[in-house]
């Protein structure tokens, strides 16, 4: 009998300050960006881009809070908050969006109640 991997912990994976990731990730958790991540994130939780912290990509999650730089296509299915310092440049796709003053968006919104949650990670394709 298959079991989903839960994380044990509510520590969230971190990308620190100075690290760049070219790639895809994918987490049942949490994750906070300090660092540049060029490619696709797939969290079941919540995506905390921090202040120094820059995503070019896709991303789909259940919530996600941009303090920095965000460049792609954003699926959010629950909260999208943008905080004062963001930077926002893409497609989002979302329930609920809060934006501080401050912030920058330059795109397209689409809310809809019915946001798609994000595909298990650990599912086979």
């Given at each position: ?72 296509q ?6 999208l ?38 595909a ?6």
């Amino acid at each position: 009998m298959a079991k989903n991997f839960e994380p044990e912990n509510k520590l969230p994976n971190m990308i620190g300050p100075g690290t760049k990731i070219k790639g895809d990730i994918e987490t049942n958790g949490d994750i906070k960006i300090d660092g540049t991540i060029e490619g696709n994130i797939v969290s079941k939780g919540k995506v905390l881009v921090g202040q120094n912290g820059v995503v070019n990509g896709e991303v789909k999650c259940t919530n996600c809070d941009i303090y920095g730089t965000f460049d792609g296509q954003l699926q959010v299915t629950e909260l999208l908050s943008l905080k004062a310092s963001s930077k926002l440049h893409g497609d989002v796709r979302t329930s609920k969006l809060s934006i501080e003053p401050g912030a920058i968006f330059t795109g397209t919104c689409k809310m809809d109640e019915k946001v798609t949650p994000p595909a298990n990670p650990n599912a086979k394709k």
